[in-house]
Antibody, heavy 120, light 113 residues
Framework: QVQLQESGPGLVEPSGTLSLTCAVSGGSISSSHWWTWIRQSPGKGLEWIGEILHSGDTNYNPSLKSRLTISVDKSRNQFSLKLTSVTAADTAMYYC?????????????WGRGILVTVSS | DVVLTQSPLSLPVTLGQPASISCRSSQSLVHSAGNTYLNWFQQRPGQSPRRLIYKVFNRDSGVPDRFSGSGSGTDFTLNISRVEAEDVGVYYCMQGTHWPPLTFGGGTKVEIK
């Protein structure tokens, strides 16, 4: 059974960098799945942030692309997100998930999520 | 970006009665290769989302057969034949045909009357 676990700071200062890691267990990050970040602002819907393949290929949401970096660490079976120049609008529950194949068909495994608040 | 509009926003349902959620897309979701990448997710209170249906009508393993998906082009529907207490939550449609970005609908909250 594949499991994903998000980790990182729960509080980030405005204009700072949000950094999160997703540890994958029960499966290899080198499989043919895209590994994805999705966020959900308080009381709102879901927003796809971006994804990465084990090769390092990435796809990003154009609305976040200029501030976003997603990377993979195959040796640790994990992938990471960095979002720079954060504002209060980046406050959200951040989920990592596994794409079902190329993610067009959605996500079959999700982490429990981590709440990140942007505040001084 | 493709906009997915769900209706209703809130759906109070009597236990054992059917429920239907609509998802309308701003563009046809038929991919050039012939597939239609419209998926449905359920998010129970306090939980992560869970995929129920992929590519319009394919039910995920472990999903009760009271859930079904249908539709084509720009109009899609998630049906619950007989609502049970465990079905309470928010339901989202998601498209993967025109991306990036992958986009989600705004959600429909199902509650028991």
């Amino acid at each position: 059974q594949v499991q994903l676990q998000e980790s990182g700071p729960g509080l980030v200062e405005p204009s700072g960098t949000l950094s999160l890691t997703c540890a994958v267990s029960g499966g290899s990050i080198s499989s043919s799945h895209w590994w994805t970040w999705i966020r959900q602002s308080p009381g709102k819907g879901l927003e796809w942030i971006g994804e990465i393949l084990h090769s390092g290929d990435t796809n990003y949401n154009p609305s976040l692309k200029s501030r976003l970096t997603i990377s993979v660490d195959k040796s640790r079976n994990q992938f990471s997100l960095k979002l720079t120049s954060v504002t209060a609008a980046d406050t959200a529950m951040y989920y990592c998930a596994r794409g079902y194949g190329d993610s067009r068909q959605g996500f079959d495994y999700w982490g429990r999520g981590i709440l990140v608040t942007v505040s001084s | 970006d493709v906009v997915l509009t769900q209706s209703p926003l809130s759906l109070p349902v009597t236990l054992g009665q059917p429920a239907s959620i609509s998802c309308r897309s701003s563009q046809s979701l038929v991919h050039s290769a012939g597939n239609t990448y419209l998926n449905w997710f359920q998010q129970r209170p306090g939980q992560s989302p869970r995929r129920l249906i992929y590519k319009v009508f394919n039910r995920d393993s472990g999903v009760p057969d009271r859930f079904s998906g249908s539709g084509s082009g720009t109009d899609f529907t998630l049906n619950i034949s007989r609502v049970e207490a465990e079905d309470v939550g928010v339901y989202y449609c998601m498209q993967g045909t025109h991306w990036p970005p992958l986009t989600f609908g705004g959600g429909t909250k199902v509650e028991i009357k």
